[in-house]
């Protein structure tokens, strides 16, 4: 393998805006996935010492291998609280504050940079609109039906009001309407104002990224994010600057890995100013490494993009970008059941792979070769683990060399 193998390691994973997993199966699951990493790879790991707090989970992983062993001290962000508060509030509310984002994000020139970067995306964001557009049509219907029969205004008015109650009552829960809503309505706030709790937190944890960073014991540090998630890990990173400009530079260089990323989600906007800047700075940041992860078949990400260059910033700095295919991950019979279940392809950026690839979530936040290696390599870790979980020794390449082009990683 390149460079020595990793023994400590101390990950920051913030994930997607995701009602659905909460704060109390995080572990549950993230034990469920692991499992399945490692029968692929022919290793052993085990999941212990939970601790919960209101900025994050922690919990220790141990994996190992016939001729190495990783220590991981894994933290998973909390924002639960804010996506739950957010579907607290009224559904007259969401359906309001959603129809002014969706002119927002239309009327501000977005949508247009979504068809332009990536029309998959844009399918993506007009979705949820659309359907609840359809949705009221066929409530409007229902009334217009009603008055044909019976000539009455108000019998097909109350028609009407009965078709959009069974409206909220059932489509719009199935198709998760209101949780896709509520994403774009955070993502507005986010960009215009920030949002209060969110960044006291990162606040918070900014300070423990940046206390790491000096005096840490571990061999690498990495902060992955997921989906919107990979838009707060810039914020946090970001803020870990502005404590200490020279983040990692003497002590502890950080990987930063965004996997299905969103961060054109807001990057593309004309009023994310601040978020862009924000990009600019954790890109120039030589003890930061940026890798990018994007994948054809998952919908909520930009595939085959240039991040820094599609935002109108200095592409000196862009990102490592590596495409992977999702297909190549999971058996046959597993990726058949769930190709049209978007959100399920796109979690498989955090989930257990059924097959070896270069790219898979586990090897890089708890396997023996650095996450950055793996980005960096052309196949990942496939070319420095055996058959039977053992490191192989490879011939390293230069990181200008590995910097050339962004290959297929799965």
Known sequence: ????????????????????????????????????????????????????????????????G????????????????????????????????????????????????????????????????????????????????????T???????????????????GPWRWLHLGDLFDDWIFSREYIRRGNPDIEQRLDRLAGELAAAASNSAVDEILVLGHSLGAVLAVDLLDRALKLEPALGGNKMPITFLSVGSSILKIGLHPKAIRFRTAMERVAKSRAIFWGDYQALIDPLNFYKSRPMAEMGLSTE?????????????LDHNMYRRIRFHFFRLHNQFVSGNDRRTSYD??????????????????????????????????????????????????
């Not at 000539?151 to 009552?169: D, E, N, Q, T």
Request: aromatic content about 12%.
């Open 361 to 410: 979530y586990f090897m890089l936040t708890c396997g023996p070769v650095s996450a950055k290696s793996q980005t960096l390599a052309p196949n990942g870790a496939l070319s420095m683990i055996a058959g039977d979980g053992g490191l192989v020794a490879i011939a390293p390449l230069s990181e200008s060399e590995l910097r050339g082009s962004p290959g297929a990683a799965a």
């Open 317 to 329: 700095n862009e990102t490592t970008v590596r495409i992977v295919k999702l297909s190549r991950m």
């Open 66 to 149: 016939p001729d190495w062993l990783v220590e991981t001290d894994y933290r998973m962000v909390r924002w639960d609280d804010v996506i739950e508060a957010f579907g607290r509030r009224s559904i007259g509310s969401r359906i309001s504050v959603g129809i002014l984002t969706f002119l927002d994000f239309v009327l501000s020139g977005t949508l247009w940079r979504y068809l332009q970067t990536n029309w998959r995306y844009a399918g993506f964001f007009l979705f949820p609109f659309v359907m609840f557009g359809l949705l009221v049509a066929a409530a409007f219907l229902i009334g217009a039906f009603v008055f044909k029969i």
């Open 1 to 64: 393998m390149t460079g020595k193998p990793v023994a400590k390691r101390l990950v920051f994973h913030i994930g997607g805006y995701d009602p659905i997993t909460s704060h109390l199966s995080a572990q549950r699951r993230f034990v469920r996935e692991i499992a399945r990493f490692q029968r692929t790879w022919s290793v052993k790991a085990t999941v212990d010492g939970s601790r919960d707090t209101p900025d994050q989970i922690q919990w220790n992983v141990m994996t190992t």
């Open 151 to 169: 000539g009455s205004i108000p019998i097909a008015a109350g028609g009407g009001l009965l078709g959009f109650a069974a409206v909220l009552a």
